[in-house]
Structure formats: C-alpha cells, structure tokens
C-alpha cells in the first residue's frame, strides 16, 4: 500500500528566502507525481506534474525534483513571498492495477512566509 | 475554459438526512474522481468513474456512500443517513481522455464542505 510522507509538516520563513519542501513515497512504482497548494477552505491548485519518466519540471519560482528509485521528491520555492503561504500537497499516481487510477496524498506542508 | 465546478460549495445537514454533492467535469473530460478529506487528515480517493460507469471504487465506505456519473448532467456523490463522522471537505477531480489515462494530470474542483449536525 503507498504511503506519502511530507516534512516538515510546517514551515515558518522570512520573505524572500529560498525553501525546500519535502516528500517521499514508499513505492517507487508510479506514473507520476503532482505538487499541489491549497489555501484555506478552498480547492487544490495543480502546481507541477512530474512523470516517472522525467526527473523534474520547473514553473517560475518553483522547481520540483523526482527521483523514483528512491522515492522522494522536493519542491524548491525560490524568493519565497508572503502570497507563497498555503498548504503544499504531494501526490503520486500508482502504477500497479487499480492503484494507478488514484492519487494518494500526505498530509502536506503549511508554509507561512513572514513579511 | 471552466474549470471544474462542485455544488453546493457548503452542505448543512442533520443527523440521518441524505446529503448529494454534484461535480462537473472540466468541458471535455470524460473521468471523475471523487477524494475526501478529513478533518486534520490527508485527501484519500474514494471512488473513479466514467460516464455509465464505475471504474474503481475501493476507497468508498461500504454502506451509505454511492457515486454516478450519468451520460448527461453532473457526477453524483450521495450520502444517506449522514452521521457526524461524515463531516468533511469533499473534492472532485476530473482528467481527459488522452492515450494512458494514468498519465494525465487531474484537475480539482473548489470541493463541498459537509457539516452534519
């Protein structure tokens, strides 16, 4: 059964620094892996997708890193900004049988970013 | 384009009464996903459909909980007899049908928050 882990489960910074957030997965059998955000009370913003095939995806500030074999991926917030503070969520989509039509998720992230 | 819509965004009901919460997909996706998120809990699926059909739904509890997706209108997540462990955040996702669909990004609505009283 896959299992998501994030670390830290919370993060307190200074506007502007760099950041790194963390995730690992305990099967490496996978499609592929998504980074989300979600704010409070509201619904999941798809930040990056990674396939197993890649090795990571870069958008603006964000860049996001997978290595299948050993199971982990981080996401890298460069210049961090007080609108950065949210939950950050990991995702990855199994590749085995029924496994592979779902995302499991950890429990994420909550990022606050201090002016 | 819009995205994918839920409806009611917020659901009060009473101990015992039926609860439906509506999804439609992003225009021509064609896969639906529904996941629940629990009260300081991570996200977990429940169930996956496509139109007519349920394609996987191991992750739906066993009594209580159905879900469709008709060939017209919107995917269907239905709660009866809801008990106050059923207060959650219900999201929907839906994806394309592009190749492997197993690689296609899913994309999630603004959820249905369920309070029961």
């Known amino acids: 059964k896959q299992e998501v882990t994030q670390i830290p489960a919370a993060l307190s910074v200074p506007e502007g620094e760099n950041l790194v957030l963390n995730c690992s997965f305990t099967?490496?059998?996978?499609?592929?892996l998504q980074w989300f955000r979600q704010d409070p009370g509201k619904g999941l913003t798809s930040l990056l997708l990674?396939?197993?095939?890649?090795r990571e995806q870069t958008s603006g500030r964000l860049n996001a890193s997978l290595d299948k074999s050993s199971g982990r991926s981080t996401l890298y917030i460069a210049a961090s900004q007080p609108g950065d503070s949210a939950t950050y969520l990991c995702?990855?989509?199994?590749?085995?049988?029924?496994?592979?039509?779902?995302?499991?998720f950890g429990k994420g992230t909550k990022l606050s970013v201090i002016p | 384009n819009a995205g994918v819509m839920q409806n009611p965004r917020h659901l009060v009901r009473r101990r015992g009464q039926e609860a439906r919460l509506r999804c439609s997909p992003m225009?021509?996706?064609?896969?639906v996903y529904w996941y629940r998120q629990l009260p300081e809990e991570g996200l977990k699926f429940m169930v996956y459909?496509?139109?007519?059909?349920?394609?996987?739904e191991s992750g739906m509890p066993k009594e209580r909980f159905s879900a469709e997706f008709p060939k017209e209108g919107p995917s269907i997540l239905r709660i009866q007899q809801v008990v106050r462990g059923d207060s959650a955040a219900y999201f929907c996702?839906?994806?394309?049908?592009?190749?492997?669909?197993?690689?296609?990004?899913?994309?999630f609505g603004p959820g249905t928050r369920l309070t029961v009283l």
């Open positions: 099967d490496s059998a996978i499609y592929n």
């Open positions: 995702a990855v989509r199994g590749a085995a049988g029924a496994g592979s039509y779902q995302l499991t």
């Open positions: 996702a839906s994806s394309p049908r592009l190749g492997v669909a197993a690689y296609n990004e899913q994309f």
């Open positions: 990674i396939q197993s095939s890649q």
């Open positions: 225009k021509g996706h064609s896969h």
């Open positions: 459909l496509q139109k007519e059909n349920i394609i996987d």
